[in-house]
């Protein structure tokens, strides 16, 4: 893999797959890590003074608008030879806790266009990289070696392990985001295009919270391994960190 994008690099899962990837035996030579406010992200900053390969980009993924300039700027960086991964992380959560009569349109509204529009229409803005990758190394296996998308989804979005309701909005967005991963895996399969979905595990961040079962540091490095081992076998699936499959 020569070049990767992950959004929401501030902090969480995305910024330590960026130190994780940076440090990699196989490290990418462009790794470009975004963030909607990148004079705030100071742990990235640091991080990308100490390595060239890391570029870090303003994106607020739900500024559609600015989509197409963005590619541009991610084009003028990997150039011709495209970009191979696509880590569609950012996301938000939203209120855990809300039960049916707390619910706001605009609150879940804001959900839905962070978790699953943004993931969406990112990715057709880079569709156009992705193809170029997938030509430039055609007689490559179906991988990040060639071209993916990789769409942070949850355990949450899995509708037949929803044993216990609630995280309105979240769920549906990340089920939706599901759904979605596997239209679009469809569709670009014959572009030579890998598009799943991944769970990273119940992770200590700011949205995991404490109690949660993994710290990123392990969950980023199952993530990595699991990047590296997919194979055509994972056309539109739905894995969580460490590459078990998860129900849908
Ligand atoms: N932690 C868990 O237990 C867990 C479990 C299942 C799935 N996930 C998924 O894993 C992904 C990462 O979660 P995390 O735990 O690392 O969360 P986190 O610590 O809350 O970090 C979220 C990241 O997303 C960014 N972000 C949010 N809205 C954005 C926007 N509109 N534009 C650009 N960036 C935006 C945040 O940027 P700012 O700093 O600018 O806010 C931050 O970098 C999410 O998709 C989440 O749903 C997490």
Redesign the pocket.
């Known amino acids: 893999m020569r070049s990767v994008l992950i ?10 797959l960026v130190k994780q990837l940076t440090a990699h035996k196989s490290a990418p030579e462009f790794i470009i890590a ?4 990148p004079e ?2 100071r742990a990235l900053q640091e991080l990308s003074k100490k390595h060239k390969s890391i570029h870090v980009l303003k ?5 559609f608008s600015s989509l197409g300039g963005f590619a541009k700027d991610v084009e003028g960086i990997v150039g011709d030879e495209g970009l191979n991964l696509l880590i ?6 939203g209120n855990k806790t809300a039960k049916l009569a707390d619910l706001k349109a605009e609150e879940l509204a804001e959900i839905y266009k ?2 699953t529009i ?1 993931p969406i229409l990112l990715t057709q803005a880079l569709v156009p990289l992705l193809r170029k990758a997938a030509s430039h190394n055609a007689s490559a296996q179906l991988g990040i070696g060639k071209a993916a998308i990789v769409n ?5 979005g899995s509708v037949s392990r929803n044993t216990f309701g609630g995280y309105y909005g ?1 769920r549906e967005s ?1 089920a939706a985001l599901n759904t979605s991963t596997r239209s679009i895996s469809h569709e670009l399969a014959a572009d030579g295009i890998l598009v799943m979905t991944l ?11 404490k109690e ?1 079962d ?1 710290t ?1 540091e392990f ?1 980023a490095s199952e993530i990595v391994k699991t990047l590296f081992k997919l194979g055509k076998e994972h056309q539109g699936a739905f894995l969580q960190y460490d590459g078990s499959v998860l129900p849908w």
């Open positions: 959004t929401g690099c501030s902090r969480g899962i995305g910024l330590e975004t963030c909607r406010k705030e992200a994106l607020d993924v739900t500024d569609n992380n950012a996301g938000i959560s962070t978790n943004a942070i989804s949850s355990g949450l979240y990340k769970h990273p595990g119940w992770v200590k961040t700011d949205m995991g919270g949660a993994l990123v969950s």
